[in-house]
């Protein structure tokens, strides 16, 4: 199992940019594929971005595809995800995950979430 911690989220204007970080500890972070979720206030928690353990592939959902970019440093077990081009719809608790499968975009794939981290995007 592969320990999570979010990081980086914060207010910021529509248009402004913010780098979110995922700390991860325990099983080997470089052998699994890492995912960004968020839930924004009274939606359910939807797929943002992934990117794979082997060639870091990288795949995104289409409301973030050329604004946000999802990358790893499997030397200090880092995940992140930069988001240029906020938009207030962008306003949710973003939260990273860790999967032995490279196709989930289900959260309920998922047993365990950490905190998150709150990202206010104002217009």
């Known amino acids: 199992q592969v320990q999570l911690v979010e990081s980086g989220g914060g207010l910021v204007q529509a248009g402004g940019s913010l780098r979110l970080s995922c700390a991860a500890s325990g099983r080997t972070f470089s052998r699994y594929n890492m995912y960004w979720f968020r839930q924004a206030p009274g939606k359910e928690r939807e797929f943002v971005a992934t990117i794979a353990w082997s060639l870091g592939l990288t795949y995104y959902a289409d409301s973030v595809k050329g604004r946000f970019t999802i990358s790893r440093d499997n030397a200090k077990s880092t995940l992140y995800l930069q ?5 207030p719809e962008d306003t949710a ?11 989930v975009r289900s959260p309920s794939d998922f047993a365990s979430w950490g905190q998150g981290t709150q990202v206010t995007v104002s217009s």
């Open 83 to 87: 988001m240029n081009s906020l938009k």
């Open 93 to 103: 608790v973003y939260y990273c995950n860790a999967h032995s499968s490279s196709l």
